[in-house]
């Protein structure tokens, strides 16, 4: 597929992505979920990556969904548009590796439930977040209901989902929504910092923690913790990741992955 919206570039194990319609805000469109599917079905099957980095290009991460294309749809249409996003935001969510928001300007609407569904967001000093979709008659289409209560708690996700406030980074990371903000000239330096560190670790160890602790959390402390013991276990084998993490600590030397 050649991609108009989506430019990536894959350096050191890091696929960046950046979302590239500057005129509209970087607004979510049907050609942006198709090419993100296609993207994220390329980067999956690459065994280089490691870490995915997803930023926007200008003054927005991302504005929201696209309002222009919405007005048009009927309830049917407005349902479809809404499951296709989710089912995308869930599959970002799922990809094996991690996937680090660089949220550099507005995350609204269907820009944070974005945002929301990769496994951390560093934001720039300058970011914006905001669920304004009551302001449309609408509400968040992409899960952002249920995403936004589970990462900062359903007291602090009704107000922000309520009021439609545009709160900015550093009350983002008050409420645990962005987990570090750096100046806005140093933001992608400081992100893929913390993307090659990743990428550094033992790649299945890393797989193993994103997917574990996802599992988990949708499955009682019990089952979630069988699923830890199986996936601690598998890192034991001869030859295995583990076995050389622990060997080359032991050996004073860096581990050979
Ligand atoms: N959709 C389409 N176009 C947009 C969007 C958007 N979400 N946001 C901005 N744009 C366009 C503007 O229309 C404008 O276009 P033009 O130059 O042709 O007039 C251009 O981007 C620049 O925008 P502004 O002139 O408004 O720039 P400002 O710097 O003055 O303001 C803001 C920036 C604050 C980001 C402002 O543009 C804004 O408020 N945008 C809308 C934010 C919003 O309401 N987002 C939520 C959208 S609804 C949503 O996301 C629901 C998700 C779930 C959908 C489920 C599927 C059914």
Request: proline residues 3%; negative net charge; contains cysteine.
């Amino acid at each position: 597929m050649s991609y108009d919206i989506l430019k990536t570039q894959i350096n050191e194990g890091v696929a960046l992505v950046t979302i590239s319609r500057p005129k509209a805000m970087n607004a979510l469109n049907t050609a942006f979920f198709d090419e993100m599917n296609s993207l994220l079905d390329e980067l999956q099957s690459n065994d280089d990556i490691r870490v995915m980095v997803l930023t926007g290009d200008g003054k927005a991460f991302v504005a929201g969904a696209d309002i222009a294309e919405m007005v048009g749809k009927d309830q049917a249409e407005g349902q479809a548009f809404s499951k296709y996003g989710q089912e995308t935001f869930s599959r970002i969510e799922s990809m094996t590796f991690p996937v680090i928001a660089a949220v550099n300007g507005f995350a609204l609407g269907g820009g944070c439930e974005l945002a929301m569904s990769c496994d951390f967001r560093i934001a720039s000093s300058k970011a914006k977040f905001g669920q304004p979709e009551v302001n449309l008659g609408l509400i968040p289409g992409y899960a952002g209901t249920q995403r936004m209560a589970r990462l900062i708690g359903k007291a602090d996700a009704m107000y922000l989902l309520l009021t439609a406030d545009m709160i900015n980074a550093d009350e983002a990371l008050r409420l645990k929504l962005v987990q570090k903000v750096f100046e806005p000239e140093v933001l992608m330096e400081e992100v893929m910092k913390i993307a090659k560190n990743i990428a550094n670790k033992g790649p299945k160890a890393v797989q193993k923690v994103k997917e574990v602790t996802h599992k988990g959390l949708n499955s009682d402390f019990q089952g979630g913790s069988d699923f830890e013991a199986e996936h601690f276990g598998s890192l034991f084998g001869e030859g295995s990741e583990g076995k050389e993490g622990m060997t080359a600590f032991l050996e004073k030397r860096k581990p050979n992955w």
